[in-house]
Nanobody, 123 residues
């Protein structure tokens, strides 16, 4: 069992920045990847970014590439999503998720999910 708790959401003006945190607890050693997803009303939950606890390059959706940076602190079992140059279309509930094995791009392969944190970008 792994528990994930997101924090750091809020209201920000377009062009501003926010950093989200995902704190993992429980049997985190059984997971290999932590990803971020986002969802707006009436749409499916979409992939944003993912990072391995071990070596390897993080991956990003094209919509956030160059603006968002994912990072992790293994000692604290925490993954961060630094969001810069925010746009109104970034408004969504952001979720973190942990994957044991599978395709890190595929929402269906993730095993554990947090409850989400709201990010609202005003124009």
């Amino acid at each position: 069992q792994v528990t994930l708790i997101e924090s750091g959401g809020g209201l920000v003006q377009a062009g501003g920045s926010l950093t989200l945190s995902c704190a993992a607890s429980g049997r985190t050693f059984e997971t290999n990847v932590v990803g971020w997803f986002r969802q707006t009303p009436g749409q499916e939950r979409k992939f944003v970014s993912a990072i391995s606890w071990g070596p390897g390059s993080p991956i990003y959706a094209d919509s956030v590439k160059g603006r968002f940076t994912i990072d992790r602190d293994n000692a604290e079992n925490t993954v961060y999503l630094q969001m810069n140059s925010l746009k109104p279309e970034d408004t969504a509930v952001y979720y973190c998720a942990a994957l044991t094995y599978g395709n890190a791009w595929d929402r269906a392969d993730y095993d554990f999910w947090g409850q989400g944190t709201q990010v609202t970008v005003s124009s």
